[in-house]
């Protein structure tokens, strides 16, 4: 908005030329989202507490737990807001990746908003069936996956094609398996990060973690130059992705503020599932979905845990009638939990590890 608003008076105000730099307008969504989370944080934990929208700690989860029962929830609210405002007021709002990455954030908030107070307003145990929550996150991968084949940037020639990690000259397009690939990385990716989302702190620092080595790949592969240099796809328009993942960067930091240990409020799933479907989405606009198993691979590990756990109980108890369980609780994050680590540090050594999966995903594009 500011940039339609402002460039334009360049001709007679050249400070105003500014505005033209993606790395500026970045800059300040970050810090305007930090500001809105400040602003806002407080009030929306009020409210929260005044409307009695409190988390419900399961009782098979770790004992620990039991002292969060009563936490406001519905934080991502504040991330929504905090990511969403600035990407507005800072971004090209005439570009198309700015526009799809707003609208899969909303959708897939929307949907977590609707599963969240069936939750803890509605007091429905399961919150929305699983079915119709999968059927949002499918009918947003089709959605998705057309507009990239059929809409505004069929006419990139590198729209759908993907660079393979390591390797400097193989590229390859996924063909009629372009759709199903989309509404995977979108369905995936958004439930990776609802599983995440157990501890204080965890999802919501992981997600900064990521949107950082994000906001670099989306800014080189939308600079002619370095694309040209780092022999990527150049994908005109993918710059202002850069403002984007700024702005997320800023609200998850500003929503840590609150979230850290012992958090005052949590996220709910309207923040964990529009975060993950974000980061595969913008993924998935840069061509850099294989990247986002590596930058996640804290994310990937958790999904995993859990789908290995309940393979193997059922595997067990069809062969011997009796199940079993590989670990001590699922997701990964529990079982370290379970295993004597304090809260505190399964964080800490989470982040480390995602902060390491982030520089090895960057280090991609000179080892190759």
């Given amino acids: 908005m500011l940039y339609h608003l402002l460039y334009p008076l360049t001709d007679r105000i050249s400070f105003f030329n500014i505005f033209k730099y993606i790395t500026f307008r970045a800059a300040y969504a970050t810090i305007t989202a930090l500001v809105i989370c400040f602003v806002i944080g407080p009030m929306i934990i009020r409210l929260m507490r005044r409307l009695q929208v ?6 098979d989860g770790p004992q620990t737990h039991q002292a969060k029962q009563g936490t406001p929830t519905m934080g991502g609210i504040i991330v929504l807001l905090a ?6 007021l800072w971004a090209r709002l005439d570009n198309v990746y700015v526009l799809v990455i707003l609208g899969v954030t909303l959708w897939m908030g929307a949907i977590g908003f609707v599963d969240d107070y069936l939750k803890v307003v509605k007091k429905m145990k399961r919150g929305l069936i699983g079915r119709y929550k999968m059927l949002g996150q499918i009918s947003l991968g089709v959605i998705v996956g057309l507009v990239i084949l059929y809409g505004p940037l069929k006419g990139n020639p590198n729209a759908t094609v993907t660079t393979v990690p390591f390797f400097k000259d193989i590229t390859f397009s996924y063909g009629w398996l372009f759709i199903p690939m989309v509404v995977f990385v979108i369905t995936a990716s958004s439930n990776a ?8 702190g965890l999802a919501i620092g992981l997600s900064a973690i ?5 906001a670099i790949m989306s800014y080189v592969s939308g600079n002619v130059n370095y694309a040209s240099y780092l022999a990527i796809p150049y994908l005109d ?3 202002e992705l850069t403002v984007f993942c700024a702005a997320m960067i800023g609200a998850a930091l500003g929503f840590l503020w609150f979230n850290a240990n012992p958090a005052a409020i949590f996220m ?4 964990s599932l529009s975060l993950g479907a974000a980061l595969g989405t913008v993924a998935l606009l840069i061509r850099k979905e294989l990247l ?14 859990v789908i290995i756990q309940v393979g193997w109980f059922k595997w067990t108890r069809f062969r011997s009638g009796e199940g079993r369980r590989l670990f001590k609780m699922a997701p990964l994050h529990h079982h370290f939990e379970l295993s004597g680590w304090p809260e505190n540090k399964v964080v800490a050594r989470f982040w480390v590890i995602g902060i ?4 090895l995903t960057l280090s991609t594009f000179k080892i190759r």
């Fill in 83 to 88: 990511s969403i405002i600035p990407t507005l």
């Fill in 193 to 200: 990060v609802n599983l995440t989302d157990g501890l204080d």
């Fill in 237 to 239: 328009g993918s710059g």
């Fill in 210 to 214: 990521a949107f950082i080595g994000f």
């Fill in 292 to 305: 986002l198993v590596v930058i996640g691979a804290v994310f990937v590990g958790e999904t995993l845990s």
């Fill in 54 to 59: 409190r988390e419900v700690i399961r009782t």
């Fill in 268 to 271: 709910g799933d309207v923040g």
């Fill in 356 to 359: 390491l999966c982030a520089l």
